[in-house]
């Protein structure tokens, strides 16, 4: 009696394959006295990484094999604030290649756990430098000795924003039925939002990508840049975006927990920001008459920032 070998996918591809696609939700409550006008979320920490960053890391780390740049026993290298780290030791934990990672010393305690539990070698850099200190890092461990590396400089590499430009704006699209008329996302690396805004610019003109950013050099919004003074990602470009609005720490929190409480989703701080500086939008075109479909990211979960200290403060709603 003849017998069939099961077909069984590696899993490295099974986890290649679950990295986008993510749900777009409608937070009824914050829209609920705003006429005309719809709130809508990508739920990034669908992403078997848990982020947003897994589209990047994904399309990073495919593309350096495919060219052949990360080759049998070189480790992957790269400054990361914790989420594309995640998502780099993940998929070298399943497709067997070593990864090392520069990252800010003061990233949560649930982030360095995750790291710890893949197994990443991680190098700690001086808190006070932030993702810039963690960034000159890997430059210099990878100057030194670039046999060893495949540096794979998340801020000036294309894939970055490509992943965004071929999978996120696509989706954004697809599931809006293309009415979206505002597009949202916070400037890290700043791929998520050039990607997706060259592509949804391609699809509409007329729709408005607007970018935002901290307020200040000195902010508690982790994996997001003030432009003005942070190192700036080779990837960046400033003329895509019609507008730039910057979010307050404190402004940010403040929507994190009101998320939680009103619309029943536990979300991390830049999601917070992103849907704070939606929610300003929103309330613009409401006050205006317009009808609008706003589209913004939620990069990842509340899960990696229980910890910090916010949750537990007494503060009005946003």
Known sequence: MATHSPQV?????????????????????????????QLL????????????????????????????KLGRGQHLLDATSGNTGIAYAMLGAAMGFP??????????????????????????????????????????????????????????????????????????????????THFIAGLGTSGTFVGTTRRLKELNPEIQCISMQPDSPFNGLEGLKHMATAIVPPIYDPSLADRDVEIETEAAYRMAKRLARTEGLLVGVSSGAAVAASLRVAEEEAAAGREAVIVTILPDSADKYLSERFWEEEQADA
């Open 9 to 37: 996918q590696s899993l490295g591809s099974t986890l290649l394959e679950r990295i986008g696609n993510t749900p777009l939700l409608r937070l009824e409550q914050l829209a609920t006295n705003l006429p005309g006008v």
């Open 41 to 68: 979320a990508k739920a990034e920490w669908a992403n078997p990484g848990g982020s947003v960053k897994d589209r990047a890391a994904c399309s990073i780390v495919t593309a350096a094999m495919k060219q052949g």
């Open 99 to 180: 990864v090392t990672l520069c990252v800010p010393a003061n990233v949560s305690p649930e982030r360095k756990r995750i790291l710890s539990a893949y197994g990443a070698n991680v190098v700690w850099t001086d808190p006070n430098d932030g993702s810039d200190g963690a960034i000159r890092k890997a430059r210099a461990l990878a100057a030194a000795d670039p046999e060893k590396y495949y540096y794979a400089d998340q801020y000036g590499n294309n894939a970055n924003w490509q992943a965004h430009y071929n999978g996120t704006a696509n989706e954004i699209w697809k599931q809006t039925s293309g009415q979206l």
